[in-house]
């Protein structure tokens, strides 16, 4: 099996468009990576990067996210798409050559599963192989929801994880006390990686991963005490109401995965539906907002 990887370079505002073309045509997940220290880029430059296997229509999906990214140059700094083709072996090593060990908070560490014999000294350790699907640790999105989730959960918490991607933050909300986590995501790929990013953390019992988005059959209206979602602004904006019935009155609800220039819109459309920030993290020009109704 060989593998075409996609990816463009792009200064941090473009990236949440970027990842939502990425996303919507490839449907294999998407990853970030910080290429901002190297030579010849920008300090904010981020490389948005996805795989197609060589035997699917890969030639239709690289002109439709082609498309997108030359319109998103008229705009903003982004490279041209580039292709590469990789072979199963290589795929693999290009995937674990960008994750290393990574220590978040006061208790928490994330751990590839193919450094798992290397000694970690945290309370809490989690073994993530994120596969083909978005959520490492590395990505600042995702290391303030760990931080935000590491202050909030408590052992009788119910915790819904929307747009759960490689399951890290339902892993974490378990590992850190909650008897009852559930992810949702709309993704297969990502449904599946997540699945056995569970059982290889031995907390399949109080993690449920389903299939979809909200609302949902298997899911009551205000039953989560934390929902916690780090996806693109516009579908926190578009699934604004429906969050905000599936938390509990006095509930927290953790956003992420959008730009400062995004933050006073989602500001407002939760503040329509009576929740107020409690606090807000931010690196470079991402941002973690925590709610409360």
Not at 145 to 154: I, N
Not at 168 to 186: F, H, P
Not at 258 to 284: C, G, M
Request: hydrophobic residues 40%; contains cysteine.
């Amino acid at each position: 099996m060989k593998w075409i990887e996609l990816s463009v370079v792009a200064d941090s505002e473009l990236i949440d468009p970027l990842v939502q073309i990425f996303d919507r045509y490839s449907k294999n997940g998407v990853v970030l990576e910080n290429v901002g220290e190297n030579i010849g880029y920008s300090k904010k430059a981020t490389k948005v990067r996805t795989y197609l296997k060589s035997d699917t229509d890969y030639e239709i999906v690289f002109n439709q996210i082609d498309i997108g990214v030359r319109l998103l140059a008229h705009v903003g700094e982004v490279s041209e798409l580039s292709k590469r083709v990789l072979n199963e072996k290589e795929w693999h090593e290009s995937w674990k050559k960008h994750f290393s060990i990574l220590e978040i908070g006061k208790t928490l560490a994330i751990v590839p599963s193919w450094l798992k014999s290397k000694k970690v000294n945290r309370k809490i350790v989690i073994e993530l192989d994120p596969g083909m699907a978005f959520g490492t640790g590395h990505h600042p999105t995702t290391r303030m929801c760990l931080e935000m989730l590491e202050t909030l959960v408590k052992p009788c918490h119910a915790v819904l994880d929307l747009g759960c991607g490689s399951g890290i933050l339902s892993i974490a909300s378990a590992k850190m006390g909650s008897e009852k986590v559930i992810g949702i995501d709309n993704d297969e790929t990502a449904v599946k990686v997540a699945k056995e990013n569970i059982e290889i953390n031995g907390i399949s019992k109080s993690v449920s991963i389903l299939t979809g988005s909200i609302p949902n059959k298997d899911m009551s209206k205000y039953s989560n005490d934390i929902i916690v979602t780090n996806i693109s602004s516009k579908i926190i904006l578009d699934l604004s109401i429906e969050i905000t019935e599936h938390l509990k009155p006095g509930g927290h609800l953790i956003v992420s995965g959008f730009l400062d220039i995004n933050e006073s819109e989602i500001i407002n459309k939760f503040k329509e539906l009576n929740l107020s920030v409690l606090s807000r993290l931010s690196t470079a020009d991402w941002v973690a907002l925590s709610l409360r109704n």
